[in-house]
């Protein structure tokens, strides 16, 4: 996987230029951040924006599809890398508990969760922070230095246990934490719950500013390896509604 400045290049410069209110904890209801199960096509793409690494690296392709009776978004990565991405502004002192539900049919070929050349991973949910509130021209204006733009990156990982935090090989303003792990559930749902403002305070040692974004990424480019994958509805919880074990 690319440097983390190539994942704030999407391919549609007006994914972020909305101004979005920032969600707090005065609505009991959680915050969804994907109905993949009940939107259509049109409607996930409205807010899903794609971005892409350049000309010459392949797409990773996102559609819905049914799966056990559910409808669900698939990622179809065939050498390629490339993902989906939506601004989100939240308060994660207000809405700590993220949930979502993933599956890979198999892991990258000889991918390894600590260098820079192993560095593929079949699903991956990014927590994007301190992004230009004026949109997204302003991320690719800066893409150079990127000011304080950061990420939380919760992985598949290919070897590393559950709960790992791992140090991106590219960059460290982005770590990587170990979601689900190994082969041993490919081909099963796996549901998961985190803590997101307290894994924020792990990874970087302070609280979380406000939530910018959320992405997400299937990519195979690194070990020239073909996955498919899914992933269901991705939803925040204040404390009072949220589930984590």
């Known amino acids: ?16 230029c909305s101004q979005l209110p920032l969600a707090n904890a005065e609505s009991a209801h959680p915050i969804s951040a994907a109905n993949f199960s009940s939107a259509t096509q049109k409607q996930v793409f409205e807010h899903w ?3 892409r690494f350049g000309l010459f690296t392949r797409e990773t392709r996102y559609h819905l599809i049914r799966d056990e009776g559910k409808q669900v978004l698939q990622a179809t990565s065939d050498d390629s890398a490339s993902g989906l991405i939506r601004r989100l502004p939240i308060q994660l002192s207000d809405y ?11 892991l990258p070929r000889n991918a390894d969760d600590r260098s820079k050349e192993g560095d593929d ?59 689900s792990s190994g082969t041993q559930r490919a081909g099963e749902w796996v549901e998961i719950s985190r803590n997101v403002y307290q894994d924020y305070l792990k990874a970087f040692g302070t609280a979380p500013p406000p939530l910018a974004a959320i992405a997400l990424m299937s990519d195979s480019d690194n070990t020239d390896s073909k996955l498919v994958s899914y992933y269901s509805d991705i939803h925040f919880y204040s404390l009072d509604n949220g589930r984590i074990d």
């Open 96 to 106: 700590p508990i993220l949930t979502w539900r993933w599956k890979t049919d198999a």
């Open 49 to 51: 924006k794609p971005y």
């Open 1 to 16: 996987m690319p440097a983390l400045n190539r994942l704030f290049k999407p391919c549609l410069a007006a994914l972020l």
């Open 121 to 179: 991973h079949s699903t991956r949910l990014y927590l994007i922070f301190n992004a230009p509130e004026s949109g997204l021209l302003n991320w690719i204006a800066s893409a150079t230095g990127w000011g304080n733009t950061h990420a939380l990156n919760y992985i598949w990982a290919n070897e590393s246990p559950v709960d790992t935090f791992l140090p991106s090989p590219y960059t460290a303003r982005s770590v990587m934490i170990a979601a």
